[in-house]
């Protein structure tokens, strides 16, 4: 996600100016006297309410003034992206899986409804994801250039 924005943070009583952050799983205050780091995970409820995105967690309410943006970082932070659907998969796109990939993974790219799943190599597709190693994931696309 990678959103960032100056405002500021209360926190109970206290108000705290700084860069607050909304990156793919946690919301980061950065001020020059506080800082707060939430993980979407810890976080029980999550409003936006006249500029300010509320959030609780067990440590209790925070609220940040970022304006504008309160209803679609709520909703960011409510319904993150899947992996396929930041690599651009979506309805309709022609893909292929080559080698062994995460469960989870695989349901993401079925959920996107891609056109083509695991079809014959002689087939040509606009996108390739290739599992070389444990974790490693390689993308070729046709607007990848070729070396």
């Known amino acids: 996600m ?13 108000r705290h100016e700084g860069k607050i952050l909304l990156e793919t799983s946690e919301l980061i205050f ?22 300010e995105l509320v959030v ?10 970022v304006g ?20 651009g998969v979506k309805a309709g796109t022609r893909v292929r899986l ?7 993974f695989v349901k993401e790219v079925r959920a996107a409804k891609a056109s083509s799943f ?3 190599i002689q087939q040509t597709l606009p996108t390739l994801f290739s599992h070389w190693a444990a974790r490693a994931r390689w993308l070729r696309s046709e607007n990848t250039p070729r070396r």
Request: no cysteine.
């Open 2 to 14: 990678g959103n960032e924005l100056k405002g500021a943070v209360r926190a109970g009583k206290e």
């Open 30 to 51: 950065r001020g020059t006297d506080y800082r707060l780091k939430i993980a979407f995970g810890e976080m029980r409820d999550v409003k936006a309410e006249n500029g």
């Open 56 to 65: 609780e967690t067990k440590d209790g309410v925070n609220a940040f003034e």
């Open 68 to 87: 504008a943006h309160a209803e679609k970082w709520r909703d960011k932070i409510l319904h993150p992206k899947s992996r396929a659907e930041k690599l």
């Open 98 to 104: 080559l080698g062994e990939f995460e469960a989870d």
């Open 118 to 120: 695991r079809p014959p």
